[in-house]
């Protein structure tokens, strides 16, 4: 299964972690594993273009943390962040058991 973490600081959030695998069908083919990593590694792109960012992949992981924001920045990383959940929790919705949103 795959476990996507958000986290948050301050009621807002501040980052995610990515961790597992879907094993809904064999490496390569899986649909489910490539939607969560689309989806991701879209949203680790669009912060990264407005904010410095850590962040770690690695095979079966992801992990990113944001800095402190305010005004702009953190108005654009919310949209990309909430743009993510909402795909994300889709997804956990349309393959239970394979994805999970926390």
Known sequence: ???VTI???NDEMAGFTVEGHARFKPCGE???????????????LGLARYVELDYIIRDGYLE???????GTDRIRTETILETMVL???NIEKNYPGYVEVL
Do not use: F, N, W
């Not at 990113?64 to 305010?70: K, Q, Y």
């Open 1 to 3: 299964m795959i476990t």
């Open 7 to 9: 986290h948050y600081s």
């Open 30 to 44: 899986d649909i489910v594993c490539s939607a969560v990593s689309v989806l991701t590694q879209a949203a680790l």
């Open 64 to 70: 990113c943390r944001l800095p402190e924001l305010d």
């Open 87 to 89: 795909g994300l929790k």
